[in-house]
């Protein structure tokens, strides 16, 4: 069955530096891959996602993944951290369903940012 | 610019009782799900709807039924109340595809307490 791993539950970032968010995943086919964020008091907004092609994957709010087959890898990242950008970040995985339901969330990285 | 609006932000229940949680969507969405998050352990899936009055179970259906007579609303039951089941409770949305091949719309959660 399909998973996410997300190891990083907390992670604190200066305003201006740069971010990376691990997530790894556990799928026999070819993944469908997601990043969703939530601020506080928000339902899930998309970033972006993968499903095939160039493995640099460019979303919204200035975010890009990097899809890396060989390390089972989906990381998350941007050059320069807003405080705006201080939420909780989902990775996902979806199986190719006949009704395309079937997201598997990780457990989420809690991201801070100090100025 | 709302596109999915549960009708309680919070919500306390007595063990026992009976609980409607209400999702309505206004993109004319085929498939509509309901989740249960819970810290560290990210979204689960409890059950989804893919067309009027048809629904399937997710990762997690025990103790939670739905409803779907129209296609803008969805419906999770708490058929007996638990304290387990305290838990912010989120909907969306999402076309043709699901997931895979469109954007899912999120409400802003439900959170209830059970007592």
């Known amino acids: 069955a399909q998973s996410v791993t997300q190891p990083d539950i907390h992670i604190t970032v200066s305003e201006g530096a740069s971010l990376e968010l691990r997530c790894n995943y556990s799928y026999g086919a070819t993944p469908y891959l997601f990043w969703y964020v939530q601020s506080p008091g928000q339902g899930l907004q998309l970033l972006l996602k993968y499903f095939s092609g160039d493995t640099l994957v460019q979303g919204i709010k200035g975010f890009e993944a990097e899809f890396k087959r060989s390390q089972s890898s989906f990381n998350l990242r941007k050059p320069s951290v807003h405080w705006s950008d201080a939420a909780e970040y989902f990775c996902?995985?979806?199986?190719?369903?006949?009704?395309?339901?079937?997201?598997?969330f990780g457990a989420g990285t809690i991201l801070r940012v100090k100025s | 610019d709302v596109k999915v609006t549960q009708s309680s932000r919070y919500l306390v229940k007595r063990t026992g009782e009976k609980v409607f949680l209400e999702c309505v969507q206004d993109?004319?969405?085929?498939?509509m799900f309901w989740y249960r998050q819970d810290p560290g352990l990210g979204l689960r899936l409890i059950y989804f709807s893919y067309d009027v009055k048809m629904k399937e179970k997710g990762d997690i259906p025990e103790g939670y039924s739905v409803s779907r007579e129209k296609k803008e609303r969805f419906s999770l039951i708490l058929e007996s109340a638990s304290t387990n089941q305290t838990s912010m409770y989120l909907c969306a949305a999402a076309g043709t595809g699901g997931f895979m091949n469109t954007e899912a719309f999120f409400g802003q959660g439900t959170r209830l307490t059970v007592v």
């Open positions: 996902a995985v979806g199986a190719g369903s006949q009704y395309g339901n079937k997201l598997v």
């Open positions: 993109m004319d969405h085929e498939n």
